[in-house]
């Protein structure tokens, strides 16, 4: 009941196009969603996150987009540019800083 | 502001030798977390630490793992006797205070083992 899927596991996406990446969990205790990027030998470092009593929240280029029913949210990237080839986790933690981890998505943007 | 700084950033050792990980944590947080990170997998946390305090070690394993955050000097993970299985990466994040809603989590980069 702690696990936190993500998928895909891997995406190329040309320069300018939408990527999209997709978690789904299971435990209705979690009530704040965060998304890391992570770049190759780096720490992950917070991108966007939501708590569910917003279906949509904004910045920039990044929208996560969330459906408390379906115990779904995803990670929405406009105009994708080659500088955001990285792995994004998705996360959900129970209030805390106790982080429950998706398995990750390698994005490819082409130029 | 020199963020979370964990050392060595890479380690190799021999099957049955010890590993100590080092964090120090951003200058004003005083709360330590531990995650691994095993190769192509997410992270899991290990270890939730405040100054001379375990809070959380429900992510640990049972044997040859241990943290402690002293009252003075960095944070330390250590394990024991390691196996193959211990290699992977290990970060550690900080926050200034308990369970702040992990909006301020602050990773370090991170130290990567290697067990031969």
């Known amino acids: 009941q702690q696990q936190v899927k993500q998928s895909p596991q891997s995406l190329i996406v040309q320069k300018g196009g939408i990527s999209i990446i997709n978690c789904a969990y299971e435990?209705?205790?979690?009530?704040?969603f965060p998304w890391y990027q992570q770049f190759p030998g780096k720490g992950p470092a917070l991108l966007i996150a939501?708590?569910?009593?917003?279906s949509e929240k904004k910045e920039g280029r990044f929208t996560i987009s969330f459906n408390k029913s379906a115990k779904q949210f995803s990670l929405h990237i406009m105009d994708s540019q080659p500088g955001d080839s990285a792995t994004y986790f998705c996360?959900?933690?129970?209030?805390?800083?106790?982080?429950?981890f998706g398995g990750g998505t390698r994005l490819m943007v082409k130029p | 502001n020199a963020g979370v700084m964990q050392n060595p950033r890479h380690l190799v050792r021999r099957r049955g030798q010890e590993a100590r990980l080092r964090c120090s944590p951003m200058?004003?947080?005083?709360?330590v977390y531990w995650y691994r990170q095993l190769p192509e997998e997410g992270l899991k946390f290990m270890v939730y630490l405040q100054k001379e305090n375990i809070i959380d070690e429900s992510g640990m394993p049972k044997e040859r793992f241990s943290a402690e955050f002293p009252k003075e000097g960095p944070s330390i993970l250590r394990i024991q006797q390691v196996v193959r299985g211990d290699s992977a990466a290990y970060f550690c994040a900080s926050s200034p205070q308990q369970d702040s809603g992990a909006n301020v989590l602050t990773f370090g980069a991170g130290s990567r083992l290697t067990v031969l």
């Open positions: 996360a959900a933690s129970m209030g805390g800083n106790m982080l429950t």
């Open positions: 939501i708590r569910p009593d917003v």
């Open positions: 435990n209705t205790a979690f009530d704040y």
């Open positions: 200058k004003g947080h005083s709360h």
